[in-house]
Structures are given as C-alpha cells and as structure tokens.
C-alpha cells in the first residue's frame, strides 16, 4: 500500500478520486478554491480535540452518539425555521436518550456543509432527455436545466455552511437549549397523543429534578444539556453541538485544510505539536462509494486530526475494513474512527458479526453507529424513493441484538431525518409507517426531500423511545 508515503493537505490529488466533478470553467474553479483559501476558517481546534475526547468516552461506552441530519441541506433551506427546527429535533431526541438510558449523548448535525452528494450513476434520464445527475447543491443546480457544474457554489456552500453555523452558535449561546423549556423545540404539532404523552412525562420528570436540584442548592445557574457531568459551557454554547459533513469534494476540504498546533499538546513549549485540521467541520465521513483502499478519499482522510466517520457497507470486506483501520488510524488512537455500517434490514445477519470479529481480533478502538437509512431505500409504487419506518427498525434491533452477541456494543445511530414543517404546521411525509402510520397515498403530500427520504418528527422520536427503552432495560 502506497500510504507510507507522506501526506500532505494536496497528496490525494495524485490518486484516483471517484465521484470526481470535473468543471467546465476550470480557470475559475482555481480562482475559487484560492478565494476559500482565505477564508477564516468554521471550526476551531479545540472544539475538534474535545469532539475527539467525547467520542474516546463513547467508544469506552460512556457515552451515546447521535448523527443525524438531511441527507443533502439545500442553499433555499437555509432558512431560520429549518434550522431551528432540525436543532430542536436533535434536543429532543437527545432528551429522551439521555433520560430513559442515563446516558450522556454527543450530538453531530449533518448541517452546516452537507450539500455534496455521490451518486450511483453520473447521468439520469429526464423526459426524454440525459442529463447529468444533481450532485448537491454546491456543484450543480436541481433543476435539470443547471445540471452543469459550477465552481461559484462551492463559493456559496461555504457562506451558507457560515451562516448555519451562526445561527446554530446564536440558537445554543441564547438558551434554546435551556432544559427548562423542552416543549418549545416544536412538540406543538405532534399529533399522536401517545407520543406526545411520553414527551410530556421526561419534561415533567425534568422540571422535578430540575426543582429538587435547585432546592437543595445543587443549582449552578444553568441547567443544560452539556455533556459533562456537572454542567459547563458546550461548543456551542450551552450545549454541546458539533457539525458533520461526507468529505466528498476534495479539492474544498483541501481548501479549508489548516495548520495549527494541538490545542494543549505540549504543555512546556509555546507552540505545541502541529497538526492539519480540517476546519469545514468537526466531522467528517467517507461515504460507501468512496472509500477505496488506494483512493484519493482515503489518502485525504488519513491525514487529518478531525474524528472521521467510515460507512461500511455489504461490499467491504473483513479484511478491507481492517486494512482501512490500519491505514487511517495507524496509532490507534480512541476517538478518532466511527464505523457507520449501513447493510440493509436483509443483509445485516450476513455482514455484520464477521466485520465486528475481524475488528474485534484486530484491536482497533472503533465506535460502531447503525445507519438503518441507507441499506433500505426502496421506490414506491407512485415512483417515489422512500423507507419504510419497520425496515428501519428491524435493522436497528437486529445491529443491537448481533452486537450483544458478538460481546460488543452499539455506539450510535446515524439517521437523516427533518424537524421542518409546512406553513400548516405539518411534518414531511417522505417515510411510511410509524406510530403515525404514515401509508403509500400520503406519501406525495408533503414530500420535500430533493434527496434521500428522511423521517419526519413523530417518525424519529419513536426511533429515540426505541433505543432509549432499549438501554433502560
Ligand atoms: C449518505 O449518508 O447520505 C450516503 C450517501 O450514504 P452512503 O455513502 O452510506 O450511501
Ligand atoms: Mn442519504
């Protein structure tokens, strides 16, 4: 394997990079990506390095960890209410882990950057025409008159991953994510009484305990979220939120690829030992189709301190995966990799227990997620591509249950899913089934997604009661 050679933020420009865009106006895209250069960067060393040890404590099971998100964020989506409709959701579930498992949760959005998108094929039929497939909004537009791409938007996806972030940092440092207020994180239009029930017995519960700690003078002045024991100042602001993206285009992620000393390293000289950050996000995942052994993904991937995500899926080897291992967490270290495997509710029996053993004989220190999205996408009979809630669900227990029997334990969860509502107040309809029992002829009433399906708010709080009944028992 040619990875011994060194890295740099530009040496997987010498390998093979699949889902390669290639720009029309190539003198352009080179006076983009020197622009972004300049930029400031949208993350700090430090919020990575505690990313990194708060994901250290979910691989030592001290921990939850919760990526979830949209599966690709528009530029028109960009909007307050969305936003803070997706933080909400996330609170929420977070809530409901924390309460029913005791578990502290580490919260990673897929916002603020998520615009890129692999495909399975290049170009797609419409009417009677071929035309490129979309890519994301940062390299071609939905509409299939702008499917050529153009290097401006990745100009724009870094000041609308900027703005995000604003306002994710303006929502967290401005008490919306006080506990003293759950119910507002939007549980106003939950329309299943028994959901809205459960909701309502952990903010009742809550403001209890948040009572009894007050009167017995436990009280700091700010109950939150925050992940640490005894309260604390998140990332964010008062709690902990960290964004995450696929490190798809990498010519932008080289782009935003800084230098900077180890925040805390090497406490008796000034500068500290340097490392290269990427500062887009604070995590950042290589999806399934990109992930090849002596691929330019991997060879960027290897390079950078950020934590990194793996999707692992039916086509990786036992073998292949621990080479990956080996190549992009050569010291071992606790924290730095997630394993996001995503076989489908049929195929999870096949794969998963031999690629947990081959981890399991290799050492490595890996955080296991289940993504029960991507392996159960299916297109309904009205020709739109969607989930269904019980396939989602059966992969989940299954990835819990063969977890348990191979003496390991489930990490996390990865889920796309969307708190956003219509000007009605209603939620997407983009997944069937769950406790609101969304069927085939609803589908096409509020289907937003320019994506992949995601589930809507009652669709993913039973997804949250689920794994928090789970680690209760
Ligand atoms: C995704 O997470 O949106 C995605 C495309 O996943 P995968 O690479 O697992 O197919
Ligand atoms: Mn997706």
Redesign the pocket.
Known sequence: MAQTDAWTPSSWQAKPAAQDVRYPDVEKHAQVLSKIKTLPPLVTPSEVERLRHQLSLVQKNEAFLLHAGD?AESFDACTHENISAKIGLILSFSLILIWGARLPVVRIGRIAGQYA??RSSSTEKIGDREVMSFRGDNVNGFNPDDRTPDPERLLSAYFHSTTTLNHIRALLTSGFGSLHHPRDWSLSHVRSPSLRKEFEAISEGLDDALEFTRTIGLDSGRESLSYERGGGRGVLGEVDFYTSH?GLLLDYEEALTRQFPIPGSSASSKSGIPAFYNTSAHFLWV???TRQLDGAHVEYFRGIRNPIGI?V?PSMAADELVSLLDVVNPDRESGRVTLIT?YGAGKIDIYLASHIRAVQKSLHPVIWVC?PM?GNTLTSSSGLKTRNFGTIISELTSCLRIHAECGSRLGGVSL?FTGELNEEGFSVTECLGGSMELSEEQLGLRYQSFC?PRLNFEQSLDVAFLISNHFKN
């Open positions: 599966c998108k692999p696929e999806g399934d189709r999707k899926g995503r993504d991507h796309e992949d």
